[in-house]
């Protein structure tokens, strides 16, 4: 079983005067394992084998790019690959990778350009069955509605998981360019 995890971008940018504009905040990747320093991918994503019965830990940083203190909720969310597209799932919708992933804190309330680290812990059943499973961990910011704007924002940054049993030699190499959706790539790279 291979996971895959991978950071997103910040968020919408705030407008610092505006209290309902949208807060501009990021999440990344802290860890990678040292036997897949040769993998780009593995220092922007979580990409790792594991059997039936393994976890796995990884740190991520959610940052407040604002001067406001902020609350970010973070959990694990569905997603799906579909003719090599990488899409997330509506709302917070969960599938069978988003059950096996933990995140030792669900919610942060960072200060003024706080930054604080998350552990997630994705732990494989015993009884898991072969094949690929995709996922997201979202961090998530709500600006409730004002007096003065009767609309609320939510804003949402992910971290793209993907988790398969198939061996190394065929797993297909998973890449995302700036500005795009993650897209299968040809064996043998670009």
């Avoid at 940083?61 to 959990?75: A, G, K, S």
């Avoid at 709500?142 to 998981?161: M, S």
Wanted: charged share 20%.
């Amino acid at each position: 079983m291979a996971v895959v995890m991978g950071a997103g971008g910040p968020s919408t940018a705030a407008a610092e005067s505006d209290p309902s504009a949208p807060v501009t905040f990021g999440i990344k990747l802290l860890d990678a394992p040292l036997e897949r320093q040769a993998d780009p991918r593995a220092n922007t994503y979580i990409v790792d084998h594991l059997p039936p019965g393994s976890t796995i830990q990884r740190r991520v940083q959610v940052t407040n790019e604002t001067n406001r203190p902020q609350r970010f909720e973070l959990y694990p969310g569905a997603a799906s690959v579909d003719g090599g597209v990488f899409a997330f799932g509506q709302g917070r919708q969960v599938n069978e990778l988003a059950t096996w992933v933990r995140l030792d804190r669900p919610v942060l309330d960072l200060p003024p350009h706080g930054v604080e680290q998350v552990l997630a812990t994705i732990t494989i059943p015993r009884d898991a069955s072969r094949g690929e499973r995709y996922g997201v961990i979202w961090a998530e910011h709500t600006t409730p509605p004002t007096p003065e704007a009767n609309v609320g924002f939510v804003n949402r940054v992910a971290f793209a998981c993907i988790s398969t049993s198939v061996p190394a030699a065929n797993r297909p190499r998973i890449s995302r360019s700036a500005g795009s959706p993650l897209n299968e790539i040809p064996r043998g790279g670009r």
